[in-house]
């Protein structure tokens, strides 16, 4: 009976607990669940295997989608491998960092690098430090203007007459694809020393000047068409095309009827039939530049698992960047970039 008693009156005891000791106590239960969770989660991270990503400004918004799906697949969750684009910038930046890392020997070294300007994967091919790419789509540089803007463009069809313009310019760095092939075709055309002049301002990589144009900071800008597809596609056409940039072949006119600007329409406007040969080898002798997706020489072997995936599905992700703006139009590896 004394043991009852006691129990009895234990369990009364508790119960007259006041409310403030019964929230000490649940939050001590809580904070001790919420810890055990933690531990888990931080254990299940722990175990996943980051493939580390470079890419081209230009080439993020096709590219994330591939590694969202990529992420979802079941090789990725059974073999615990999650895709990274850790980082992103101009072409030539990007290169230049790798080639840093090659040579410093860190262990967090980009595994897999897409880049915008395909001879500078070429470089890094030549010394080592990407052991295997290949070119998945391709882009073209176009002068474009910004919509809104009320600029008189009858007269403008070729680079000089651009430089001749009065129109604000803005540029890309020549660490991006697009800054090295506006200084390319410059060269080309007789008239590097007047772009130097009149360029009024330089942006790091091809995302920031296609910004800057759509807001109207520059008036016009030499841009990918991909870029413009892209921008058009969630800004309500904020960026015209005014021609193709072409040294055989350059079309101009009226831009409200020139057929280029057929290339910037939204993606549900541009049927992938005709997105996947936008010019059309018998209309134009275009110089454009490859996407190339490279594998680098880091020792990872789950980056081996992703960048065996996309070489596989290469159907797959082509859809993605022609809903990009980007076409699967075959280069003359030859002009290539123009090195």
Known sequence: MKNGFRLQKRSGMVAQWSPLVWFALSAVVCFGLFLGALSISSTDQNDLHVVRVYCASAVVKPLSKIVTRFNAEKI????????????????????????????TGVQQMADVFVCADSNRMTDLVDNQTIVECYPVAAQFPVIAICADANLDCSQIFDLPSLLNSKLKLGVGSISSAIGFETVRFAQLAGCDTLLGERKTAEFENVMSLAQALSIGSVDSAILWD??????????????????????T???????????????????DNLPLANGSDKFGSDKFSATGSHIKVGRSSSVSAHADTFFKYLKENRDIALTDFIDAGFSNYQLDLSIDNGR
């Open 249 to 267: 072949n350059l079309t101009s006119g009226d831009t409200n009827l020139n057929p280029l600007e057929k290339l910037a329409l939204p993606a």
């Open 76 to 103: 990725a969750t059974t073999k615990k491998i999650r895709v990274d684009i850790v980082r992103t910038g101009g072409s030539g930046a990007l290169a230049g960092q790798i080639s840093a890392e090659m040579l």
């Open 226 to 247: 991909s870029t413009v597809t892209q921008f058009n596609q969630t800004d309500n056409r904020a960026i015209k095309i005014v021609a193709l940039l072409d040294v």
